[in-house]
């Protein structure tokens, strides 16, 4: 992998409790390039914490520590908040699950999409507007100037999620970090705002990371999948080939996938084994 636009190191994320630290996220570490990286695990594992720690978005008494994390040049240990709102949306932006609660539900969206573009490209209020208009051509909003001035509740799930990401991308950041972006709508437009968010990425140049539990969505979609297990990587593999995985966390996974065609009485139930806490891969 070339060009490489994220290095991360032994990144923890803590939070004070009763009888000491807990560790969100232990000793994560990866690079990304111009690629779709997937991010799979159960619930709690640490995959959004992960891409919030990235985002500098860990709110107290959460502690962020890492050996490195670096987003081209700029050294994301040594940020302040307000360095960090500089590079969101500018350099690095993340969708999140639900647009109904990401989006100003007493803002029309288009003006949403357009201040996005005003802060960080410093235009006036008639180049935001085409900005914004164009942006949501390309993620195929059909009547661009209709929606521009819809409020979020007078979207669907599929638009809404489309007007993120258009927001997101209004800027040209380097990457995107998508967490679950898709787990709120039916198959259909999943694959169509998937589609969408793939050209986009692509067409830029961009890198992707992909924050998901669906294991047939991330194989198929993405370039590399990184397994998180209790806040930890426990293995890494290209998409194509993680049927093949090794851990037993990973193949517990995948055994408790249904399959079409396949008829079971029940799922298998993933046996977990103390061990995979000091398994770093």
Same mark, same amino acid.
């Given at each position: 992998?070339?060009?490489?636009?994220?290095?991360?190191?032994?990144?923890?994320?803590?939070?004070?409790?009763?009888?000491?630290?807990?560790?969100?996220?232990?000793?994560?570490?990866?690079?990304?390039?111009?690629?779709?990286?997937?991010?799979?695990?159960?619930?709690?594992?640490?995959?959004?914490?992960? $891409?919030?720690? /990235?985002?500098?978005?860990?709110?107290? *008494?959460?502690?962020?520590?890492?050996?490195? %994390? !670096?987003? =081209? @040049?700029?050294?994301?240990?040594?940020?302040?908040?307000?360095?960090?709102?500089?590079?969101? $949306?500018?350099? /690095?932006?993340?969708?999140?699950?639900? *647009?109904?609660?990401?989006?100003?539900?007493? %803002? !029309?969206? =288009? @003006?949403?999409?357009?201040?996005?573009?005003?802060?960080?490209?410093?235009?006036?209020?008639?180049?935001?507007? /085409?900005?914004?208009?164009?942006?949501?051509?390309?993620?195929?909003?059909?009547?661009?100037? !209709?929606?521009? @001035?819809?409020?979020?509740?007078?979207?669907?799930?599929?638009?809404?999620?489309?007007?993120?990401?258009?927001?997101?991308?209004?800027?040209?950041?380097?990457?995107?970090?998508?967490?679950?972006?898709?787990?709120?709508?039916?198959?259909?437009?999943?694959?169509?705002?998937?589609?969408?968010?793939?050209?986009?990425?692509?067409?830029?140049?961009?890198?992707?990371?992909?924050?998901?539990?669906?294991?047939?969505?991330?194989?198929?979609?993405?370039?590399?999948?990184?397994?998180?297990?209790?806040?930890?990587?426990?293995?890494?593999?290209?998409?194509?080939?993680?049927?093949?995985?090794?851990?037993?966390?990973?193949?517990?996974?995948?055994?408790?996938?249904?399959?079409?065609?396949?008829?079971?009485?029940?799922?298998?139930?993933?046996?977990?084994?103390?061990?995979?806490?000091?398994?770093?891969?």
């Amino acid at each position: 992998m070339t060009d490489t636009l994220l290095s991360v190191r032994n990144l923890r994320v803590v939070y004070p409790g009763d009888d000491g630290e807990i560790a969100a996220v232990r000793n994560v570490s990866f690079t990304l390039g111009r690629e779709r990286l997937g991010i799979v695990g159960e619930s709690g594992s640490g995959k959004s914490t992960t $891409g919030r720690a /990235i985002m500098g978005l860990v709110a107290a *008494p959460g502690r962020i520590t890492a050996d490195e %994390m !670096r987003l =081209g @040049d700029t050294d994301l240990t040594r940020l302040s908040e307000a360095g960090f709102r500089k590079l969101r $949306g500018k350099r /690095i932006a993340m969708v999140l699950q639900d *647009p109904k609660y990401s989006l100003d539900p007493v %803002m !029309r969206v =288009g @003006d949403q999409i357009a201040e996005t573009h005003r802060q960080h490209v410093r235009t006036g209020r008639k180049a935001a507007r /085409i900005a914004a208009l164009e942006m949501l051509q390309a993620v195929q909003i059909r009547d661009p100037e !209709r929606v521009y @001035d819809l409020y979020p509740h007078q979207v669907s799930g599929g638009m809404g999620q489309r007007i993120m990401i258009a927001m997101m991308l209004i800027a040209g950041p380097d990457i995107l970090i998508a967490d679950e972006p898709t787990s709120a709508l039916d198959v259909t437009v999943q694959t169509q705002v998937l589609a969408i968010m793939d050209n986009l990425v692509r067409s830029r140049g961009m890198g992707l990371i992909l924050v998901s539990h669906n294991l047939h969505l991330v194989s198929s979609f993405c370039d590399r999948v990184l397994v998180m297990y209790a806040g930890q990587v426990v293995e890494t593999c290209a998409a194509g080939n993680l049927a093949n995985a090794t851990h037993p966390y990973t193949r517990g996974l995948l055994a408790a996938l249904p399959e079409l065609g396949h008829r079971r009485a029940e799922l298998p139930q993933l046996q977990r084994d103390p061990a995979w806490l000091e398994d770093v891969a």
